[in-house]
């Protein structure tokens, strides 16, 4: 099995292909070739089923020589930051509309040139709902993003689906939440305060917080994305519904839950709360989510706040 990973170098993106080499897709050694592109090296390999290439993906000359032959799984993780897009909209509409669009037709003509559609895990994310959220978030939610970042995941999906129904590609997409934690701070992205919460705790440093304690969100470790992403490309085809996009399950918690969590665990937590309003409204007040389709086709959740701490800080060590 060929397997393209885009944004190999990223937070998700080096775990999951730690992950692709060690157990595979369906099991160990079904992964023969493992082709990688980030625009930043990411660790090296010296492991012979690994192909790296730094640049663009969505660049035409980068798109041949990634797909030089044929891939059978390909997890796009690759994308601009919703904040960072939001700031430079020029070069987030060429890297996360564009630059998607162009990796999904050159996929959608390696179906007509080799007869093999390929399987394509999107990582869409939850700002295709937008900002004003409903009492309850279920499947049958229209989205309104009110982002830049939004309408981009949201066009990736109908895209994917399209080529999808015309039988180019067979595509999954999965509209994630921020996830956790991430071991640097970012300026990039809005959700930041969620990782920073873990690593200042860990590293036992002051933190002042841009949403309220009261703030509800919704919470997935870097360990339960990446088996929600695996899952997805192990869904059979037949019988999944015509729009191929699921919202997993979360956990969604306040911001004092985390902190008493990091209590218990370090004893201390020297956390300020300094609400911004922008922040707090797009990711500090989000109702209960439940995908009765995404639950009935096996994605989850963490399973217990304790579970999601342990696995957020996990991932701050690596």
């Not at 059979?236 to 985390?258: K, M």
Request: glycine share 8%.
């Amino acid at each position: 099995m060929r397997v393209l990973v885009t944004g190999a170098g990223g937070f998700v993106g080096t775990a999951l292909v730690e992950r692709l080499l060690r157990e595979g897709i369906t099991g160990a050694g079904d992964v023969s070739d493992l082709v990688l592109v980030d625009q930043y090296p990411g660790p090296m390999h010296d492991d012979p089923r690994v192909t790296s290439l730094a640049g663009d993906f969505g660049d035409s000359q980068t798109l041949e020589r990634l797909l030089v032959k044929p891939v059978d799984v390909v997890f796009h993780l690759a994308s601009m930051p919703g904040a960072q897009a939001e700031r430079n909209h020029d070069e987030g509409d060429r890297v996360n509309l564009w630059g998607t669009l162009r990796l999904f037709d050159r996929l959608a003509k390696q179906a007509t040139e080799h007869g093999r559609a390929a399987r394509v895990v999107f990582a869409s994310s939850v700002a295709v709902y937008g900002e004003s959220l409903p009492a309850l978030i279920d499947e049958h939610i229209v989205p309104c993003p009110t982002i830049s970042y939004g309408v981009h995941k949201l066009t990736g999906e109908l895209v994917l689906a399209e080529w999808t129904r015309r039988g180019k590609l067979d595509g999954r997409s999965l509209r994630l939440p921020g996830i956790v934690a991430r071991n640097e701070r970012s300026a990039g992205h809005g959700s930041a305060f969620m990782s920073e919460i873990f690593r200042t705790a860990q590293a036992h440093e002051a933190y002042k917080c841009p949403v309220s304690p009261t703030a509800t969100v919704w919470w997935m470790s870097r360990t339960c994305c990446i088996e929600n992403l695996l899952h997805a490309a192990r869904l059979p085809s037949d019988d999944l519904h015509a729009g191929r996009f699921w919202t997993p399950p979360v956990l969604r918690l306040s911001v004092d839950q985390i902190v008493d969590a990091l209590v218990r665990r370090f004893g201390r937590v020297a956390i300020d709360f300094a609400p911004v309003e922008w922040i707090e409204r797009l990711f500090g007040r989000q109702p209960p989510l439940v995908d009765h389709r995404a639950i009935k086709d096996g994605f989850l959740n963490d399973g217990s706040i304790e579970n999601l701490v342990e696995c957020a800080l996990e991932a701050l060590s690596k």
